[in-house]
């Protein structure tokens, strides 16, 4: 996605990675570390190392910061465990981003 | 959220029902009890939790103490200190519907142990691949966390781990490893308090899904004999992590027996 066709500002891909880089630097925190580099190829598991139950505490941040507009955990109940572990961050990026186009298109209408 | 639970701080996660028309009265409500060491509220977060508040159904999901984002105490992981803290949870959350607690492995130990000792809070109970908290399973425990404590600490274990099963179980193992020498949990939980082998302290309906090929299902024809109200479903060509490898088989089971019991509840 290197355009964003709705012009929301909300939905733009760079400031949702922006965001969510935060937020898992926030979760990194927890555990000393601060120093992670964090891009769209970056893996939940591998990279960050982070556990499954931390991908549960993104969601409730996710939820802090978006609202009801995007559901963390219906998007992962999709997914198969080992789906789940090999997550990126621009996968769940590019899922925020639909989710916020999809509220916004309905919000216009 | 995070909320105190006697001497502890539970990290719970709940999903709300979502409406359903043919609902009268309150929705039901699941309690899901994750397993020891490698487990966490992750497994069922990612996996029945959202089907069932889609069904419905109002879903609860805590971390075990010890695991996941839960306080990990030094000592204190007796069974009754397990079932002490899903009790704390339900008070804290003000339930006052009697739950649906459904355990994988050592929760459903814990679901069974929370039916006998706290009759009044729990509707039904159901193990997934666990064994309910007599006198031998204390044996089988004992066994099998001392030689997880014993091996796990070897750096070499992990590695053999790594190579055979992947990075991600090394990762798990490193974790299990973690609580094992930093608690007395493998010393704690095979000697907390039993019920008796005739099981006649679980009153409520119970059951019980197995996989074929773990050595677990050999409980079957004696849980049908020492308890009235009991099913047991066993899955063909399946081992012990019937949750995570058949996840659609576990939910369609499990919803039915909600719904099935659901009149029961309604008219109490």
């Known amino acids: 996605m290197t355009t964003d066709a709705t012009g929301f500002a909300t939905a733009d891909p760079g400031e949702v990675l922006a965001d969510i880089a935060g ?14 580099e964090i891009t769209r190829e970056t893996t939940f598991h591998d990279d960050l190392e982070l556990e499954s139950i ?5 969601s409730g ?26 997550l990126t961050v621009g996968q769940l990026t590019d899922y925020v981003v639909k989710s916020l186009q999809a509220t916004e298109a309905g919000g216009s209408r | 959220m995070k909320i105190r639970t006697g001497e502890i701080t539970t990290h719970v996660q709940r999903l709300p029902a979502a409406p359903r028309e043919e609902q009268q009265g309150e929705p039901p409500v699941v309690v899901f009890v994750h397993g ?36 990990r105490p030094h000592s204190g992981y007796q069974l009754e200190s397990f079932v002490g803290d899903l009790a704390g949870l339900l008070d804290a959350l003000g339930e006052h519907r009697r739950v649906h607690v459904v355990g994988n492995s050592f929760g459903g130990t814990i679901a069974a142990a929370a039916a006998a000792w706290h009759p009044d809070r729990v509707a039904t109970v159901t193990m997934i691949e666990s064994e309910p908290p007599v006198a031998e399973w204390t044996r089988h425990m004992a066994d099998g966390l001392a030689d997880a404590k014993d091996q796990l600490r070897h750096e070499e274990v992990i590695g053999w781990i790594k190579d055979n099963h992947g990075a991600h179980t090394a990762r798990l193992s490193r974790g299990a490893s973690r609580i094992l020498q930093t608690t007395t949990l493998a010393e704690d939980v095979p000697s907390g308090r039993v019920i008796a082998d005739d099981l006649s302290a679980i009153n409520c309906p119970l059951l019980a899904i197995f996989g074929d090929e773990s050595g677990l299902s050999a409980q079957v024809p004696a849980l049908e004999t020492k308890l009235d109200r009991c099913r047991t479903v066993v899955l063909p060509d399946q081992g ?29």
């Not at chain 1, 937020?23 to 992670?36: F, I, P, S, T, V």
């Not at chain 2, 069922?44 to 984002?69: N, S």
């Not at chain 2, 719904?259 to 309604?266: K, Q, T």
């Open chain 1, 23 to 36: 937020m898992l630097r926030a979760l990194l925190e927890e555990y000393g570390l601060d120093e992670a």
């Open chain 1, 54 to 58: 931390d991908l549960v505490a993104l």
């Open chain 1, 61 to 86: 941040t996710l939820r802090e910061h978006y609202g009801d507009r995007v559901n963390f955990a219906e998007f992962v109940a999709d997914l198969e465990l080992d789906e789940i572990i090999a």
């Open chain 2, 36 to 71: 020891l060491l490698t487990d966490s509220l992750a497994s069922y977060y990612f996996t029945l939790g959202p089907a069932f508040a889609a069904e419905g159904i109002d879903v609860i999901m805590y971390d075990l103490r010890g695991h996941g984002r839960s306080d």
């Open chain 2, 240 to 268: 012990h992590s019937v949750l995570v490898e058949r996840t659609e088989d576990t939910r369609d089971i499990l919803l039915a027996w909600v719904r099935e019991h659901e009149l029961a509840e309604a008219v109490r």
